[in-house]
Structure formats: C-alpha cells, structure tokens
C-alpha cells in the first residue's frame, strides 16, 4: 500500500518548492559530463573521497534554478550499485525545500506516509542542514530540505573548488522545472493520487484517461498532482490496449514504477532546441503530417511557424494560450526516463493536442527496439 493509516485531522507541511532532483547512476563523471556537453548544464559542486564522502561520487549541476545531482556508488556493497543494477540510471530523489524538516517529516507521517529516512543534520562551517525523507511510488522518495541555517553553496561534503570547466557553447537557456512525471503499475494510479492529496497536501490539477490519451495501439492514464504552486508532478498508469504501451514498456524495463522524465522550462524555446541540436541531442521526431495539420489548426497564432517545423518543436493551444514543447530520447541505455524542453505562453497544460503525434513517436521507437 502507498499509504498507512494516517490522520488527516494533521495539517500537510507545506513545501516551498523544488529543491534538487538526485540521479543514482552507474558512471557519475559520464552522466554529468553528458548533461553538462549536451544540455548546457554546469558542475558548481562535487563530494566524493577528496571532500571526505567515502562511499559515493556526487556531482551538483545547475542552470537557471534547475539543481541536478548525479549520484554514483564506489563499492559493490553500496545500496546505490544495487539500485543501478535493478532499475540502471534513474531518478531517485524527488527533494522539495521546507520550512521546517521535522515537522513537514512528522506531519507526513501522521497522514500516513512510509519513512525512508528520519531526520538528520549536515554540520560543516557554514552552518547545519536539516533532512528528512518519505517513500513514494517505487523506490523513489522525497527529501525534505531546510536550508534556513546553512549558508554554503549546497550542502556539507561537497566542494566548489577543483570543478570540470564551464560546457563549451553559447547558454541554452533552461530556467526551472515545469513538472516531473512518474509512471506506476496498472490499477495503482488512484492510489498515488491518493498518496499525494491525503499525504502530501497537494490537490489534482488535471486528469486524463485512455479516451484521451491513446493511439492506433496503446493507450494510459494521467492525473496531475500539484501543492497549488510551482510543484507540479504528473503520474501515470498503463491502460489496457493493442499492444503494449510506453508505460508499461517503462515498468518492465526500469523494473517497477519510477521518475518517466523531468520537464525543463525555458522562455526561448527555439534558442534552447536550436542549442541541444547543435550538441547533439536526439529527439523525439513528429511525422510531416502532424506540422501540415497543426499549422492548419492554430495558424492564427503569431508564431515563427518554419523554424518550429524545422526543430520538430510541437504546438498546442488553450483558452489560456499557447505552449512549445518538445521530447528527447530517452538519456541512458534502458528506454526509461528522458527530457522534456517546453516553454509557456500562457497555457497551463501539457499538450493535450500533441499527444496522439508523441505517442505514435514513441511507439515508433519501441518498434524498432521490438517492445511494441
């Protein structure tokens, strides 16, 4: 079960925002050298031996306010090799800021959240770090981070000094995460909804079934789960259809439910494309039809309508207003998690009218992989 037996009469803490998101990975240096030469990514920080952490290598990567750490083991023993081996790289470490780490922890566990870690401090000589952390779907979790008495640059264990250089290239322009979506087992996606209304304190956003999310093949469903600020967490469940679907394709290639991918916002979509094409990002690829249809639909809207058709930068529109977005490949060797690059003009979606063309991308992928 996602959640105990809690008392709801206990108010949520409330999270202040993202903190970082903590990648557990087989090859550290590798990852973060792909994420800093591909997606512009910087290393402002790094723990390992040299700084006294003796059972892991951790970079921190920044850009704009997005903070990623990618975490490797240095032992056969160590739970982070065992992690990698079951699900390969992934992320593990969905982490939010508070205001207070003991009683955002006690309060989620009144409402019935699972621990993973009771809470602990970081000493050095810029101060204390407070954590905490509770289970969610998989073996994910969620730290709770009270920076209020640390004034270093990240967090104790970690030096600033002796960094990889900058990425060679012009900035990308990757300002904050928009959302981050988790995929759990068929029959479970009430569940974790659940989890995160009666837990988390957080309400539901949007909802989306196999009527509106589904192709030719496959099909699943959707709610989005938000605090009623900038944490915005999508989950999602396979639904049943012709052949197997890129969630449960995701399921059974991770190993168990997991992060599917993390999106990006930026306010220049074209320049941010433009730059991850230039270094070699793969992306996602639409068919010519789609950007005949599309540009028939919302020609009306005062759009650079070539260049999106020539980076495959897919369009939707809303009462609202309009969104830009577009997909990586999946960024390792396992079909699990990837990158999603959106910027907003006014919507508050997630592009409903482009899901039919990235599903059937996706199905193409797995086509040729062999696991449609």
Same mark, same amino acid.
């Given at each position: 079960?996602?959640?105990?037996?809690?008392?709801?009469?206990?108010?949520?803490?409330?999270?202040?925002?993202?903190?970082?998101?903590?990648?557990?990975?087989?090859?550290?240096?590798?990852?973060?050298?792909?994420?800093?030469?591909?997606?512009?990514?910087?290393?402002?920080?790094?723990?390992?031996?040299?700084?006294?952490?003796?059972?892991?290598?951790?970079?921190?990567?920044?850009?704009?306010?997005?903070?990623?750490?990618?975490?490797?083991?240095?032992?056969?023993?160590?739970?982070?090799?065992?992690?990698?081996?079951?699900?390969?790289?992934?992320?593990?470490?969905?982490?939010?800021?508070?205001?207070?780490?003991?009683?955002?922890?006690?309060?989620?566990?009144?409402?019935?959240?699972?621990?993973?870690?009771?809470?602990?401090?970081?000493?050095?000589?810029?101060?204390?770090?407070?954590?905490?952390?509770?289970?969610?779907?998989?073996?994910?979790?969620?730290?709770?981070?009270?920076?209020?008495?640390?004034?270093?640059?990240?967090?104790?264990?970690?030096?600033?000094?002796?960094?990889?250089?900058?990425?060679?290239?012009?900035?990308?322009?990757?300002?904050?995460? *928009? +959302?981050?979506?988790?995929?759990?087992?068929?029959?479970?996606?009430? @569940?974790? &909804? $659940?989890?995160?209304?009666? =837990?988390?304190?957080?309400?539901?956003?949007?909802?989306?079934?196999?009527?509106?999310?589904?192709?030719?093949?496959?099909?699943?469903?959707?709610?989005?789960?938000?605090?009623?600020?900038?944490?915005?967490?999508?989950?999602?469940?396979?639904?049943?259809?012709?052949?197997?679907?890129?969630?449960?394709?995701?399921?059974?290639?991770?190993?168990?439910?997991?992060?599917?991918?993390?999106?990006?916002?930026?306010?220049?979509?074209?320049?941010?494309?433009?730059?991850?094409?230039?270094?070699?990002?793969?992306?996602?690829?639409?068919?010519?039809?789609?950007?005949?249809?599309?540009?028939?639909?919302?020609?009306?809207?005062?759009?650079?309508?070539?260049?999106?058709?020539?980076?495959?930068?897919?369009? *939707? +529109?809303?009462?609202?207003?309009?969104?830009?977005?577009?997909?990586? @490949?999946? &960024? $390792?060797?396992?079909?699990? =998690?990837?990158?999603?690059?959106?910027?907003?003009?006014?919507?508050?979606?997630?592009?409903?009218?482009?899901?039919?063309?990235?599903?059937?991308?996706?199905?193409?992928?797995?086509?040729?992989?062999?696991?449609?």
């Amino acid at each position: 079960m996602a959640v105990l037996d809690g008392d709801a009469a206990t108010p949520a803490a409330r999270l202040r925002g993202w903190d970082s998101v903590e990648f557990w990975v087989g090859n550290a240096r590798a990852m973060a050298g792909f994420l800093c030469g591909s997606f512009g990514f910087g290393v402002t920080a790094y723990a390992g031996p040299e700084t006294g952490v003796e059972d892991r290598s951790s970079y921190l990567l920044e850009q704009g306010d997005i903070r990623l750490v990618v975490t490797a083991g240095l032992s056969p023993e160590s739970e982070i090799w065992t992690h990698v081996r079951q699900h390969g790289d992934g992320a593990h470490d969905l982490a939010f800021v508070v205001d207070d780490t003991e009683e955002t922890y006690e309060a989620a566990l009144a409402r019935g959240a699972r621990p993973a870690r009771e809470p602990y401090e970081l000493t050095d000589d810029r101060g204390t770090l407070r954590l905490a952390a509770v289970a969610t779907y998989g073996e994910t979790k969620h730290t709770f981070v009270d920076r209020r008495d640390y004034h270093g640059h990240y967090c104790p264990g970690y030096a600033t000094t002796g960094l990889p250089p900058d990425p060679v290239g012009p900035p990308i322009g990757l300002d904050r995460i *928009d +959302h981050v979506v988790g995929n759990v087992e068929e029959g479970r996606l009430d @569940e974790w &909804v $659940s989890f995160y209304e009666d =837990v988390m304190g957080f309400s539901q956003l949007r909802h989306f079934d196999e009527s509106q999310i589904a192709t030719e093949y496959s099909a699943l469903r959707s709610t989005v789960v938000w605090n009623g600020h900038d944490v915005v967490m999508p989950l999602n469940e396979p639904a049943p259809g012709l052949r197997q679907s890129q969630i449960q394709e995701y399921l059974d290639t991770y190993r168990g439910p997991g992060v599917q991918h993390l999106a990006f916002r930026t306010d220049d979509v074209i320049q941010a494309i433009s730059g991850l094409r230039a270094r070699g990002v793969r992306f996602l690829e639409a068919n010519d039809e789609y950007f005949a249809d599309v540009r028939e639909r919302l020609g009306f809207l005062d759009l650079p309508w070539d260049e999106l058709s020539r980076l495959g930068i897919l369009v *939707d +529109h809303e009462p609202d207003g309009y969104l830009l977005q577009l997909f990586t @490949e999946p &960024v $390792s060797d396992r079909p699990t =998690v990837f990158i999603e690059i959106i910027e907003r003009g006014g919507a508050t979606g997630f592009g409903e009218g482009n899901f039919k063309a990235l599903f059937e991308s996706i199905e193409r992928e797995q086509a040729r992989r062999g696991n449609l």
